[in-house]
């Protein structure tokens, strides 16, 4: 089935390790982005991507970051992770054109303790 | 400042209309989305409006008046199933998404 895979989809982490939530998807879409989410608030941009190779920051970069080496994955990594980064990350992507329609991978509940 | 507004929480009764409204302040317009997402699920997209107008789609239809900066969702025929949280977001100047907090609509019997 045609899609967005996000591995793990639930992590409990000690403050200052380093983690890294996978992204991976096999519409060949060129723009993909990661968004937090937090209860009471509008879906948060980290970080995007408009191709392969490239990556732009969000509305909230600090702490993420993200790479692009190819079509399909586009991981999101927090290198010393902290309490405020407990959130519900998803992982998204589209197609562009008139739409641009965001098609979501099923979310990776973070905890950091 | 850019801005999203839409109610916190909803009720209705099954088989009934509700009515989700969404007024935003954004720098710049490229269209308005609505998405739906159900309690521990990834948003859905449900809707897009580029032009003022009414765009139908089944039991869904979704409003825009750009010179209001108003838009609303419209659930006909209210099934249980439509409970979930209904995310009104809006393409700025830049092409980038700005989001509501979403509205959670609670179906009851």
């Known amino acids: 089935i045609a899609g967005i895979t996000q591995a793990p989809t639930s992590q409990i982490l000690a403050a200052g390790r380093r983690m890294t939530l996978r992204c991976t998807q096999d519409m060949r879409h060129n723009a993909m982005y990661w968004y937090r989410q937090d209860l009471g608030l509008g879906l948060r941009l980290i970080h995007y991507?408009?191709?392969?190779?490239?990556?732009g920051k969000g509305e909230v970069p600090d702490g993420y970051s993200v790479s692009r080496a190819n079509t399909d994955d586009f991981p999101l990594t927090l290198a010393s992770a902290v309490p405020s980064q407990t959130s519900v990350y998803f992982c998204?992507?589209?197609?562009?054109?008139?739409?641009?329609?965001?098609?979501f991978g099923e979310g990776s509940r973070l905890t950091v303790l | 400042g850019q801005n999203i507004d839409q109610p916190t929480e909803m009720t209705a009764t099954e088989g009934a209309i509700v009515q989700i409204n969404c007024t935003y302040q954004?720098?710049?317009?490229?269209?308005l989305f609505w998405y739906q997402q159900h309690a521990g699920e990834a948003p859905t997209f449900l809707s897009y409006n580029v032009l003022d107008g009414l765009e139908e789609k089944g039991r869904f239809s979704s409003f825009l008046s750009r010179s209001k900066g108003y838009s609303y969702l419209l659930l006909k025929e209210l099934q249980m199933k439509d409970s979930a949280s209904y995310l009104c977001?809006?393409?700025?100047?830049?092409?980038?998404?700005?989001w509501g907090a979403g509205t959670k609509l609670i179906i009851k019997p």
């Open positions: 954004t720098s710049g317009f490229n269209g």
């Open positions: 977001a809006v393409r700025d100047s830049n092409y980038q998404l700005i």
């Open positions: 991507s408009n191709t392969a190779g490239t990556t």
């Open positions: 998204a992507s589209s197609a562009g054109g008139s739409t641009g329609e965001l098609f």
